[in-house]
Nanobody, 122 residues
């Protein structure tokens, strides 16, 4: 499975961005999908995950109520809608795919996209 993330950019605090992750080369609808992020000098951390059908989601406490993960299996794409962005959300955001659902650990995901930079200015 190849994953291509897009949609990052520079935004002011309080603004919004929508990240997309397009999958190819596999059966997208059978994978649990996740978003992770890595800020400079920090370890990669879990942001959000969605199960294969899109019926269940989990979020990191730091983004709950501000971010929404969704997927369109017909388009082989997973999304991350980010609202009320804060400077501490600045990071490279990665999408990932794995055989299990709603798992928050990096090790559970077999496939990773290249990352897209999100920068939030104060």
């Amino acid at each position: 499975v190849q994953l291509q993330a897009s949609g990052g950019g520079l935004v002011q605090a309080g603004g919004s961005l929508r990240l997309s992750c397009a999958a190819s080369g596999g059966t997208f609808s059978t994978y649990g999908m996740g978003w992770f992020r890595q800020a400079p000098g920090k370890v990669r951390e879990f942001v959000a995950t969605i199960n294969w059908s899109g019926s269940s989601t989990r979020y990191a406490d730091s983004v709950k109520g501000r971010f929404t993960i969704s997927r369109n299996n017909a388009k082989n794409t997973v999304y991350l809608q980010m609202n009320s962005l804060e400077p501490q959300d600045t990071a490279v955001y990665y999408c990932a795919a794995g055989p299990t659902n709603l798992v928050t650990t990096i090790e559970a995901y077999n496939y990773w996209g290249q990352g897209t930079q999100v920068t939030v200015s104060s």
